[in-house]
C-alpha cells in the first residue's frame, strides 16, 4: 500500500491550496482515510477525515475552510484548503486504514505566509 502526497506549497493568508493523495490501491479497499498535520515544536494533529460511506470529520480550527473528498475514479483523498492562516502552516500527511492497520503518505509542506 503505497500513498502520494501531492499540492503543497506557498500561499498568502487567506488564499487557497488543494492537497491530493492518491493511493495504490482502489480507495473502496480503504475504511477510514485522512489528512493530519504536524507544525515545527507541535504534535500532529487530526485535520480531516472521511470514512467510506462520506462521513467526515474536521478539526475545529479547519471547519467551514477545509473540505475532504474522495475521489473514487482517481483513487485520491483531497484536502480543499480555503482561507489558510498562518496558523495552517505545517507539513501535511494522508492517511489510510487498510485492513485495519495504518498507512502513511510522505508528508507534503504547506506554507502561509502573513
Known amino acids: 500500500v503505497q500513498l502520494q502526497a501531492s499540492g503543497g506549497g506557498l500561499v498568502q493568508a487567506g488564499g487557497s491550496l488543494r492537497l491530493s493523495c492518491a493511493a495504490s490501491?482502489?480507495?473502496?479497499?480503504?475504511?477510514?482515510m485522512g489528512w493530519y498535520r504536524q507544525a515545527p515544536g507541535k504534535q500532529r494533529e487530526l485535520v480531516a477525515t472521511?470514512?467510506?460511506?462520506?462521513?467526515?470529520l474536521y478539526a475545529e480550527s479547519v471547519k467551514g475552510r477545509f473540505t475532504i473528498s474522495r475521489d473514487n475514479a482517481k483513487n485520491t483523498v483531497d484536502l480543499q484548503m480555503n482561507s489558510l492562516k498562518p496558523e495552517d502552516t505545517a507539513v501535511y500527511s494522508c492517511?489510510?486504514?487498510?485492513?485495519?492497520?495504518?498507512?502513511w503518505g510522505q508528508g507534503t509542506q504547506v506554507t502561509v505566509s502573513s
Open positions: 492517511n489510510a486504514y487498510w485492513r485495519g492497520y495504518p498507512y
Open positions: 490501491l482502489s480507495i473502496f479497499s480503504f475504511g477510514v
Open positions: 472521511m470514512t467510506g460511506d462520506g462521513s467526515t
